[in-house]
């Protein structure tokens, strides 16, 4: 029975992540109804703001009095609370399942316990921490916005193979190759935010779009404390949301809005992002922005691209033991976390 519990746990990661992309900043969340030992039901949460996983799966099962005495199996606990949507454990205790099978416990203090109470309280018998550091995994977004209050952090750079990030005018384009710029986009849609300093801006005219790939668009975050910007760079004349973190203004122009922030740091600017609803964000550059990240320790991983080519001189790539590597064509990707 135990392996059986691992393995429609394992069901549910898969289901959960078909929700990349669409669910954040809630969780990736997939439920499967078993019976018999088969599967009668599953679903997973597609969008943020629809219906959770539990009701796309109980809804998936046309005759529901079949729920009565199943086995439902959740990566996460169910929800406890009214938010956009009603409580999923108050539905689980409706159709009276014998079980509810666990990966993690909700961190959420609205949850965190008490639908898991709820449950056996109405004689559902409930067993969790199945496999609990894969489902930590899947929802290290989530875990860390609401134990941490901060968002997520990616650190994201192309390097050339003798260490520097840029020539010595600034310039970088292209240190990797076409495959690893496919995947940096489909990163880009993964995540929903995106930032860079104001000398990239200013140096290179980033985009900071998903283009080779189809998903969302991250909100651009540009630190630029003293309003260096030019309004003709293409982050500042398009049409697509953006923050500017700076010193001195206040305002919003269209989509873009200027973010004073009377003590400035980085970590004032991450509790910033999150109260937004951003709960991760991939750092793009440049140097000096992916360093400050890296020495005041607030990031969560990094994902270093080292191409085959040289610039033998310029600006240096940010310091960081690099760790897992991967063949990504003719670039080397490196997979570093920093985080348990």
Not at 79 to 97: E, I, M, Q, R, Y
Not at 120 to 133: A, F, G, M, Q
Not at 190 to 202: D, M, R, S, Y
Request: proline share 4%; hydrophobic share 35%; net charge positive.
């Amino acid at each position: 029975m135990k392996d059986n519990h691992k393995k429609y746990i394992q069901r549910t990661f898969y289901l959960a992540k078909k929700g990349i992309g669409k669910v954040a900043p809630n969780p990736l969340v997939g439920c499967v109804i078993v019976k018999n030992n088969k599967i009668i039901g599953e679903g997973y949460h597609k969008e943020y703001g629809d219906k959770h996983a539990e009701i796309n799966a109980i809804n998936s099962v046309s005759n529901k009095k079949e729920i009565d005495g199943s086995s439902v199996y959740i990566n996460l606990e169910p929800c406890n609370h009214f938010g956009k949507t009603p409580p999923c454990s108050d539905a689980l205790v409706k159709l009276k399942p014998k079980e509810v099978i666990i990966s993690n416990k909700d961190p959420n203090p609205l949850t965190n316990g008490k639908s898991i109470k709820k449950l056996i309280d109405n004689n559902i018998n409930v067993k969790s921490n199945i496999l609990k550091e894969e489902g930590e995994e899947l929802n290290k977004r989530f875990f860390k916005n609401q134990t941490k209050k901060l968002p997520f952090i990616i650190l994201k750079w192309a390097q050339t193979s003798d260490g520097f990030i840029a020539k010595s005018d600034g310039s970088s384009k292209w240190i990797s190759n076409d495959i690893s710029r496919t995947l940096v986009h489909k990163w880009r849609s993964e995540e929903l935010g995106i930032l860079v300093g104001a000398t990239t801006v200013n140096s290179d005219n980033p985009k900071l779009n998903v283009r080779s790939w189809n998903g969302k668009n991250p909100i651009r975050v540009i630190i630029d404390p003293n309003n260096r910007c030019s309004n003709e760079n293409d982050i500042l004349s398009d049409s697509l949301p953006t923050l500017i973190y700076n010193k001195k203004r206040e305002s919003k122009v269209q989509n873009k809005q200027f973010v004073r922030l009377l003590e400035f740091d980085l970590m004032n600017i991450l509790k910033d992002i999150l109260s937004r609803g951003i709960s991760s964000i991939m750092v793009e550059g440049g140097s000096f922005t992916l360093k400050s990240f890296i020495e005041n320790n607030l990031w969560d991983e990094a994902r270093v691209f080292v191409s085959d080519g040289k610039f033998k001189n310029g600006i240096k790539a940010p310091k960081i033991k690099l760790s897992n590597p991967q063949k990504i064509g003719s670039d080397l990707l490196y997979l570093i976390k920093n985080y348990a």
